[in-house]
Structure formats: structure tokens, C-alpha cells
């Protein structure tokens, strides 16, 4: 089962945002977006949740053609979460507790189970119980990016959409959320459909990479082919290479190493690298 866009378009006020969009994503896969600004990348993420309807093409979320209703409106999605790229835009409670709530109601749990749930969730995301009778604007900037992670994920969605969401954070938070993010994808085999700037964290995480530009899909492929063997589409795109990637090619050209990875992992490449400076400083040392 998959997420299918086949011949997609989408028009916001007369403008054609997304242009004939054929896109697979296959379930299990942590799968990152990117493009520079404006190249439609937002949107992709609201028409994957059923946010946005299409002006053409169609669109099949696992098995089922997603359209409008009778009254022409989109059909948004309730087995695909969603967290926008700042918390502000989806955080409506009065209280971090009612936040937490509101999807465990809908799913007609008991306030027991309500209740365990919580505490259950707020631990996994480093919170604590004194924050639910306050307000989620009343919380760090820290805080409310891990309320708003844990009231989507609260709910157990097999489909989970980021747009940006460690953006703003200090390194050590960023890196927090996206390891533990990580790990929900791969324990629960879900899937991840990631929005970043930063190609460090999409080579990191990424099993496979969407490239947009200016509504267009220019590539879709495997996170370690594409940043590997075809970094030019990157630099076509506006986009800049991970630095593990540039240091990369810099030994390749300054050894006339070819160094062939399996895999674009950090540790992988410095190993490389280290290497290949050690061939050199033997043969010309």
C-alpha cells in the first residue's frame, strides 16, 4: 500500500502551484522533500493530507481515490498526521492537556485510558505533568514544538507529514526530536514524509529524497544515490551539498581516489576520507 500522485496539479487563486506531479511513496520509508523556496513543498505536504484538492490528476492514499465532498471541500485525511512547521499554527487548546486530549477523544477512549496515555506521551517527549494545566503558549519555544510533535503523534498515525519541524530549535534540541522521530518511524515501521533546508539532516535520515522545483518534481530516488552519485541535482536546483559531501569530492579530486560508498552516512565518508589521506601521505610522505 502506498500514497500515489499520478499527473498531479494543484491551483491556488489562479496560480499553478504543483504541475503534473507522479509521485510514490511507498509505506516504511522516511521520505524528505526539498527544493528552494516557493518550489511547492508546503503545499505537496497539504495535498498528501488531504488539505488542498487538486485541479487535476489524482490522488490515491492507500488504495482509496482522495477527493472533495459534496460540498466541494478537500477531504482531510484523519489517518495521516501532520505538524506544521511552527506549533503555533496547530496548538488551539487552553491547556496542554486538553491539546493532548483532543485526538485520544475522538477515538472514543475513556478518561483513564485518556489519562495514562498522557503521561505515557509527555515522558517520551522530556515533558512534565506540571505543564498540562497550562496553556501551550504559556511553554518555551522548546516545549511547544514537543507538544505539538506529541499531539499528532498521541494518536498513532501510520503516516506522519513534518514540515520543518525542529526549524528555530538549538542544535542539541533539533537533534532530540529528529533522533526520536527517527526511531518512532523505524520501530513502528510507519512513515515519515519530511520537509528540510538543512541536507545534513535529510542525507542523515532519509531513505529516499523528493526534489521539487518551482512546482515541479525534478527527481525521486534513494537518499545515498542521489547525494552520492548525482550531487549535480542538488546544485541545479538551488540547493546546497551536505559538507560531508563537498569534503567528498575535495579528496576525490585532490587524491584521484574514487572512493566507492554503499552508503552516505557521516561515518562512512570520514572513514573514506581518512583513508584515502592516509594512502596519500604514504605514497608522497
Known sequence: MCLTL??????IEGRTVLQQLDVTIE???????????????????SVLKG????SGGTYTCMGTKVGVNQKEMPVSIRDIGMVFQYPEKQLFQTTAYKEL?????????????????????????GLNEAILKKSPFELSGGQRR???????LITNPDILLLDEPAVGLDPKAKKSILQFMKQWQMKGER?????????EDVMHYSEEVIVLHQGRMKTQMASDTLFLHHPELLHENGLLLPEAIQLLHYVK???????????????????????ALHVEEEEYG
Open 6 to 11: 499520478t499527473d498531479a496539479s494543484v491551483e
Open 253 to 275: 579530486q585532490k587524491t584521484n581516489n574514487h572512493m566507492e560508498l554503499e552508503t552516505a552516512s557521516e561515518t562512512a565518508i570520514f572513514s573514506a576520507v581518512h583513508d
Open 27 to 45: 509505506l516504511g520509508n522516511w521520505v524528505s522533500v526539498i527544493g528552494e523556496t516557493g518550489a511547492g513543498k508546503s503545499t505537496f505536504l
Open 51 to 54: 488539505l488542498l484538492p487538486l
Open 101 to 125: 486530549a483532543f485526538g485520544l477523544k475522538q477515538k472514543r477512549l475513556s478518561k483513564q485510558e485518556i489519562n495514562e496515555t498522557i503521561r505515557a506521551s509527555i515522558q517520551q517527549f
Open 191 to 199: 512513515t515519515v514524509v519530511f520537509i528540510s533546508h538543512q541536507m
Open 146 to 152: 514537543r507538544l505539538a510533535l506529541a499531539s499528532i
